[in-house]
């Protein structure tokens, strides 16, 4: 379920990103918008249009590897995955890299295990659990290299659910819009209590759409 013009968006806004997609790789992402639109009929997945899929959800969720290192072996958690942002185009897109998806709303959890399974992906699981319970168990704690949300909560909220999740030396990263910097005079007063420091915010124009992502990196300075 991509047209051909979806198709080339893909390839060349991904190329803008570093990212070399292949003809498989973008039979996956139909498959994947296919299964979105589909099942969006009969539960709330997603309020973007289907011919905005390729800007808003797909290229959206690559344009992280504009600001982090995804190689071989690093491991990367999406907290509050929805229906699969950022975490499914990401797992897609390097199927080198290990990728955990968590969500607290069992339903979108559902549909992301069986895109998981249709597409036969092996870099990535999906777990029905709210960041605060999953961070409960201790072998989560402090391995991942990267924990990222989009449109989840403010950052103040936020950055206590995903620091837990990464080993020191890695980052919390958050997709955020225009708004961001409101946020984040909230977050340097918080940020004190955290084991964190605000390492930059990068902007990254979104190819095709006159929309900036801004992703705030948080450096996580010791284990805990
Ligand atoms: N990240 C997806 C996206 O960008 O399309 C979904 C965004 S949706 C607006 C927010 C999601 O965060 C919902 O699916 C909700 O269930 C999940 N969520 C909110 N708080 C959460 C928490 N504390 N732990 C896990 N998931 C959470």
């Given amino acids: 379920m991509l047209t051909m013009e979806q198709r080339r968006r893909l390839v060349e806004g991904a190329k803008q990103f570093g990212i070399s997609l292949e003809e498989w790789h973008c039979d996956q992402f139909a498959t994947f918008g296919a299964l ?21 959800h797909f290229l959206d969720s690559l344009a992280i590897s504009k600001v982090l290192q995804l190689s071989a072996g690093s491991s990367l958690l999406d907290v509050g995955t929805g229906a699969g942002f950022p975490g499914i185009p990401l797992a897609i897109a390097f199927p080198r890299v290990h990728f955990v998806l ?40 402090s391995v991942f290299d990267f924990a990222v949300a989009r449109a989840v909560a403010p950052m103040e909220r936020l950055l206590p659910w995903l620091l837990p999740f990464v080993k020191a030396g890695g980052y919390a990263v ?15 007063i918080a940020i004190k209590t955290f084991n964190g420091s605000i390492e930059r915010v990068v902007s990254v124009a979104l190819p095709f759409i ?7 990196l948080v450096r996580k300075q010791s284990s805990s």
């Avoid at 997945?45 to 808003?56: A, K, S, Y």
């Avoid at 998981?116 to 704690?141: G, Q």
């Avoid at 958050?174 to 340097?188: H, I, W």
């Avoid at 006159?210 to 705030?216: A, D, T």
């Fill in 36 to 56: 979105l639109y589909e099942t969006n009929k009969f539960v709330n997945l997603t309020r973007i249009p289907v011919d905005q899929m390729v800007e808003l």
């Fill in 102 to 141: 968590i969500d607290g709303t069992r339903k979108k959890v559902e549909f992301v295990r069986m895109v998981i399974e249709s597409l036969a992906l092996r870099n990535v699981s999906v777990f029905h659990y709210r960041a605060e319970d999953f961070a409960k168990i201790p072998s989560n704690r």
């Fill in 210 to 216: 006159e929309i900036e992502r801004k992703f705030v």
């Fill in 174 to 188: 958050a997709y955020k819009g225009s708004s961001v910097d409101a946020e984040l005079d909230k977050l340097r």
